[in-house]
Every structure is written in C-alpha cells, then in structure tokens.
C-alpha cells in the first residue's frame, strides 16, 4: 500500500522502504501546511480540503501527516470524508555524539522510523 507524504518533511530511506511516496508537488503541500499568521476556521477548513483533493488525486488510500498539532484535527475530518485514512509516522529519537575536526562533541538527534500510529 502506497502512504502519501502528506508532511513539510522529505521522506526517510525507511519510510520509502516502509510504501512512503512524495507528492508531485511537494512546494504546495509545503504551502498549505504552513501558517505564518493566526488562521481563522475557515481557512484551515479550506487548506485541509485542497490537501485531502491532493490526496484523492495521487491515487493512495493512506497519508502520512504531521505538523501544526491545531491543525490535525481538521485534516484529519477532510481526509477521512475523502476516504483516505490518516496516519502519523512513529519515530524512536536517539542522540549520537559526533567528533568534530576541533576535538569538540556534537550532539545530534537522530530519528529511527518505527511504524505509523492511525
């Protein structure tokens, strides 16, 4: 089963492997799931609509979404009235020290994709 990416995030090595796929035009997913001002009802209303539009139109039953916790829910109605089934990827965060040229550590978090929850 194909899983959209439905997410302002690239797809990971295991998420691909796991069925993920990109949208077409990942710029305008990016677009709607971005919100730079107080959005009003309506507006998040609209934006799920077109993002549950993008859905129906690549052809997969499920979409893997993340971003604004407000506005989950409101994706979340669209898509399963376009039925297409939500889900949220599951990650386990490490941290990895990194040795740098100056003998100083980074710390790095590093996301190991687990499953999906949904």
């Known amino acids: 089963m ?9 797809t990971s090595p295991a998420q691909v492997e796991a069925g993920v796929v990109e949208p077409e035009d990942k710029q ?32 997969c039953q499920a979409v893997m979404i993340g971003g604004a916790p407000f506005f989950m829910a409101p994706l979340e109605r669209a898509l ?25 550590v980074r710390k790095v978090a590093v996301f190991d994709h687990l499953g999906f929850v949904g």
């Open 28 to 59: 305008t997913v990016k677009n709607l799931l971005t919100f730079d001002e107080l959005p009003t009802q309506e507006l998040l209303t609209q934006r799920a609509s077109a993002l549950a539009q993008i859905a129906v139109a690549s052809d």
């Open 80 to 104: 399963c009235e376009a039925g297409i089934r939500p889900m949220y990827a599951f990650s386990l965060r490490r941290s990895v020290d990194q040795a740098q040229p100056d003998g100083s």
């Open 2 to 10: 194909a899983i959209l990416n439905l997410t302002q995030h690239n």
